[in-house]
């Protein structure tokens, strides 16, 4: 009985220390400087809109968010067409020649994004790509291919191969059997992978940092970082600024709960 | 009956792509790790191995590797722990552990910018929300300026590490716990076993490959962190945070030292080429079988 509530007690606190820093963002957002400073504790009193109003007055807001959409959106889908034309032909093709093609790609698991972006940016400056968000999509793409094809090869290794056989007995091309056999057979691995992927863009910080400077460019994470620097006293202006930047995944992962698991989950065992 | 010619049509474009902007630049980092290059100016001169020799006996350097050393521990050692616990105690799909099991999950979904802007304000000495809540309590000895204080900052970030990513190797290790068939429990409860002896007989060993998962992981992922720290402390008060990857950063764009950073940045790959190579050791080495 005494062990009951105690792990009752263990998951309560944990919750709470999940809940309590998120419920101060919240809260902040909509506090005056005063009642920030006076009761961090309380609930907003007066309850007032200005620090989210007068973010996206002071702000080019809408623009750090399309930009952030752009960049997650176009690299995720680059990532996904090509990862999955990869990892189809890698199992399809099978034998040694797949076998070096997947060595290749899961070689550049080991190499993260600190150790690549001196090159990286080096090359991209060379190439004049720097502060465009089209350049920043293709390195984000190459980038973050190892992972994708690592992921996708996994999943495509499920299907049953002999489906796919018959296909091309049938006399089916490549193109019919990966369009019409392989993609929607593997949709529910996409979408996790997918999700991962989401994630991982949404949030980056390095790559984005070193390949945009002009303030029109920048993605949502970067324009946290500077709000660092133009709001250092101000409080409640930074924590607007994490909860609008957090209110799109938070509602994603509500929406899409099992493919964010699946997709971290399944991303954490790649290392 | 494969056609060889559209499946080399399928490789081609993500092969290209990966190997021009990924693959080829690496290799370029590699040979700007032997020369003297800023990173801006045209022309460069061949160093040798002096970058290494450098990087090796700078004292900056060291004490960066010393960090990550630490910070990896203190991470892996606690993460691994709680993210255990927690999983013992939501194994089960009733509707509130599920709904728990999001919660926990969800720090994880967080960019770390956000993360570390949020904790950089819970830590904030004079009014951050931890001091404030300590002072209220009446414990206002205990309270330090977590991020400030060179002596416990590495470990205050390390524990905000630990804070976003519990709940996702949490689901790591339920996923394990429910894959582990429930007659082996019948079985050790048939022969009188204590949940103790449950846990260490039937549990334990079966949740190995679950766990070795969970450990590999989180030492490669904390090894590599560079953005929590980056936003919380940028390595300092007097380098007290600093770890490889800010070195790196820093190294490159803050004193241009392009090969300089480039030879500090093969070292880190040779070291996490190292421990992934042990964690793999590790992974062929418990294989259960039932």
Known sequence: ???????????????????????????????????????????????????????????????????????????????????????????????????????????????????????IYSLTRTLGWSDSLTGLIVVSAAMLMPVSVFMLTGFMRMLNSEILEAGSMDGANEWRLYTRIALPLAAPSLAATATFLLVMVWNDLLIPMLMLSSKSKLTLPLALMQFRGEYVTNYPMMLTGVLVTAIPMIVLFLLLQRYFVAGLTAGSLKG | MKNRIQLSLFLLPGLLLYVALFVFPTLTGLFYSFTDWDGVSPSYAFVGLDNYKDSLSSIVFRKAFGNNVEFMLTVVIAQTFISLVLALLLVRNTKTR??????????????????????????????????????????????????????????????????????????????????????????????????WQVFRTVTWPLLAPSATIVVAYTTIQS????????????????????????????????????????????????????????QFKALRADRVSY
Do not use: C
């Open chain 2, 98 to 195: 599920i709904v728990l099991r999001a919660l926990y999950f969800l720090p994880a979904i967080l960019s770390s910018v956000s993360v570390g802007l949020i904790w950089a304000f819970m830590y904030d000495p004079s009014i951050g929300l931890i001091n404030y809540g300590l002072n209220e309590a009446g414990m206002s000895s205990m309270a330090r300026n977590w991020i400030g204080d060179p002596k416990i900052a590495i470990y205050s970030i390390a524990a905000v590490q630990v804070w976003a990513h519990a709940g996702q190797m949490m689901i790591v290790f339920i996923a394990g716990l429910q894959g582990i068939p429930a007659e082996l429990y019948e079985a050790a409860r048939m022969d009188g076993g204590s949940k």
């Open chain 1, 1 to 119: 009985m005494f062990l009951k509530w105690f792990n009752r007690l263990i998951l309560l606190v944990y919750a709470l220390l999940i809940l309590v820093p998120l419920y101060f963002v919240f809260v902040s957002s909509f506090k005056t400087s005063s009642n920030f400073f006076i009761s961090p504790f309380s609930w907003p009193d007066p309850f007032t809109w200005d620090n989210i109003t007068g973010m996206f007055r002071n702000q080019p807001m809408w623009q750090y968010f399309g930009n952030s959409l752009v960049v997650t959106l176009g690299t995720v889908a680059i990532e996904l067409v090509l990862s999955s034309m990869i990892a189809y032909a890698i199992v399809r093709w099978g034998g040694s020649v797949g076998k070096i093609v997947f060595a290749l790609f899961v070689a550049g698991l080991i190499v993260p994004s600190q150790v690549s972006m001196l090159p």
């Open chain 2, 223 to 278: 090894f590599k962190a560079f953005d929590l720290i980056f936003t919380m402390t940028d390595g300092g008060p007097n380098y007290a945070t600093e770890i490889l990857t800010t070195y790196i950063y820093h190294t490159a764009f803050g004193s241009y030292s392009f090969g300089l950073a480039s030879a500090g940045s093969m070292i880190f790959l040779v070291l996490l080429a190292l421990l992934t190579l042990l």
